[in-house]
């Protein structure tokens, strides 16, 4: 079978090229703790992750009453801003987008993050000129709404054939779904691959070698 090319590789940010999940799920019980909230297990804080911040929130602290969702969200940004140096890259990310690029793909970002929150992780790793564009959950229709993806493929004239999402949770997956789009996933993020399945992904990765070497070959 003949590998199928895709002009445009859209990928999810926290869990899928930054080692954030663990972070993350502290961030969400420590703010739920903050307004006085029944803290999420593990499991359930790391399920919102890739959703936008308030819809993540609400999911995670369905107790919490919308009148304090203003300072839930305070609370999350003041834990996240406080430990957001101790997030990296995981090992294989920059020499997977070097060679991405080199090939002419075009490059995108689609995020569950703020615009804000992405612009200052693009600084902090100086990874602003690899990316072609982004899209953000507060500048759209947060996941698994399409319309992130639908907007990054107008912007470049790109079909959903031609196009591929990589994601870590099932809200990456199901985006791609609805925008009729392929997927890849990678197990190592925030959900259990076990729950992609029924998503239909081309493949799944579980580590950035695994991730890069199929892009390698079929993207």
């Not at 999420?40 to 993540?56: E, F, N, R």
């Not at 003041?78 to 490059?107: C, N, T």
């Not at 982004?134 to 399409?146: F, Q, Y």
Request: hydrophobic share 40%.
């Amino acid at each position: 079978m003949r590998p199928r090319q895709y002009d445009l590789i859209a990928f999810d940010w926290d869990g899928t090229l930054f080692d954030s999940t663990a972070i993350i799920v502290r961030c969400i019980q420590a703010a739920v703790r903050d307004v006085g909230g029944t803290v999420p297990s593990d499991a359930a804080a790391s399920y919102v992750i890739g959703m936008g911040l308030m819809q993540a929130l609400a999911h995670a602290a369905p107790d919490v009453p919308p009148e304090l969702y203003p300072r839930l969200g305070e609370r999350y940004r003041h834990h996240y801003l406080s430990h957001q140096h101790d997030i990296s890259l995981f090992d294989g990310v920059l020499p997977m987008l070097a060679f991405l690029k080199e090939r002419h793909h075009w490059l995108v970002v689609a995020t569950g993050k703020s615009r804000r929150g992405l612009d200052e992780s693009l600084e902090a790793v100086e990874l602003r000129g690899v990316f072609d564009g982004s899209r953000t959950a507060d500048e759209t229709a947060g996941k698994p709404s399409p319309l992130m993806l639908e907007q990054l493929m107008r912007e470049f004239g790109v079909d959903p054939a031609r196009t591929l999402m990589v994601g870590d949770t099932t809200h990456d997956l199901q985006m791609a779904v609805n925008a009729g789009c392929d997927s890849v996933g990678v197990s190592y993020g925030a959900h259990e691959p076990a729950a992609f399945a029924s998503l239909s992904p081309r493949f799944v990765a579980h580590s950035v070698r695994e991730l890069s070497d199929w892009l390698k070959a079929h993207a």
